[in-house]
């Protein structure tokens, strides 16, 4: 089993920073992308960066040029900066890792009143 344990969400001002970990225990298993998604009250859950096993990024075209991810290598955390932050952030951030199965965190709740 792969664990995943999220941190570093809070409130933060529009136009304000924040940066969320997700550090991976458990059983070493291959990995192929690890990823963050949010889910904000009422939506569905959306894909925001991926970062695969070679480093290669992707973002949500909503994030991109704020946002960037970082890490994720075996027995290292993965990272997410949030930069210039808008209320429309507002979410619960999860880490998820994929292989031949999909890894979920708990979620780290971020806020940015409007």
């Known amino acids: 089993q792969v664990q995943l344990v999220e941190s570093g969400g809070g409130l933060v001002q529009a136009g304000g920073s924040l940066t969320l970990s997700c550090k991976r225990t458990?059983?070493?298993?291959?990995?192929?992308?690890m990823a963050w998604y949010r889910q904000a009250p009422g939506k569905q859950r959306e894909l925001v960066a991926t970062?695969?096993?070679?480093?290669?990024?992707n973002y949500a075209d909503s994030v991109k040029g704020r946002f960037t991810i970082s890490g994720g290598s075996p027995g290292n955390t993965l990272y997410l900066q949030l930069n210039s932050l808008k209320p429309e952030d507002t979410a619960v951030y999860y880490c998820?890792?994929?292989?031949?199965?999909?890894?979920w965190g708990q979620g780290t709740q971020v806020t940015v009143p409007s």
């Open positions: 458990g059983v070493a298993v291959r990995i192929n992308t």
């Open positions: 998820q890792a994929s292989g031949s199965l999909a890894y």
């Open positions: 970062i695969s096993s070679v480093g290669s990024t």
